[in-house]
């Protein structure tokens, strides 16, 4: 049985940095758990994506209120997946959920994954992430 354990949220001011860590178990390595990634949800909001990455060849996706502040990264032989959040905002502030078994899509310059929460099918429980001004 496939397990998710996130660690590494807390409470930070603005334009500080953390580093969420996501443990795997139960894969033989990450490779084989298609797309993982890293979403979240604030207080009375949707789900939504932050960013995901395809194990095999690594491609990745961030949803653009994050790019170029948060990356997304993994560790097959650990069977671990990082999410290095930088310049932190308060709108950040919410609770960050690890998901793995994501879909695979194809396309000419190879498999992607995109970043909706039905596409996934294994969830950790979360840990929060607080950002104040």
């Known amino acids: 049985q496939v397990q998710l354990v996130e660690s590494g949220g807390g409470s930070v001011q603005a334009g500080g940095s953390l580093r969420l860590s996501c443990a795997a178990s139960?894969?033989?390595?990450?490779?084989?758990?298609?797309?993982v990634g890293w979403f979240r949800q604030a207080q009375g909001k949707d789900r939504e994506g932050v960013a995901v990455?395809?194990?095999?060849?690594?491609?990745?996706y961030y949803d653009d209120s994050v790019k170029g502040r948060f990356t997304i990264s993994k560790d097959n032989a650990k069977n671990m997946v990082y999410l290095q959040m930088t310049s932190l905002k308060p709108e950040d502030t919410a609770s960050y959920f690890c998901?793995?078994?994501?879909?695979?899509?194809?396309?000419?310059?190879?498999?992607?994954?995109?970043?909706?929460?039905?596409?996934?099918?294994?969830w950790g429980q979360g840990t929060q992430v607080t950002v104040s001004s």
């Open positions: 998901a793995a078994g994501g879909r695979l899509f194809s396309r000419n310059t190879g498999l992607y994954c995109v970043a909706a929460p039905d596409n996934f099918a294994i």
């Open positions: 139960g894969y033989t390595s990450t490779t084989s758990a298609g797309c």
């Open positions: 990455i395809e194990t095999r060849g690594g491609s990745t």
